[in-house]
């Protein structure tokens, strides 16, 4: 369950995954609320190639 601006979507466990991460998102959802989850996501997350983890 995702609450945005007050309204409460459901959302799979794939949806919920491509939401974080995917550039595009694959979701059933309102174009309204992708909209508004576009700000928010995907997650940032650090590109790692080429570092060393000692």
Do not use: C, H, W
């Not at 309204?7 to 995917?22: M, P, R, Y």
């Not at 508004?36 to 080429?50: C, D, I, N, R, T």
């Amino acid at each position: 369950m995702l609450t945005v601006n007050g309204t409460a979507v459901q959302l799979s466990d794939k949806e919920l995954i491509s939401l974080f991460f995917d550039t595009q998102p694959q979701l059933e959802l309102p174009v309204a609320i992708r909209e508004q989850l576009k700000e928010l996501f995907p997650v940032p997350l650090p590109y790692a190639s080429g570092l060393n983890f000692v």
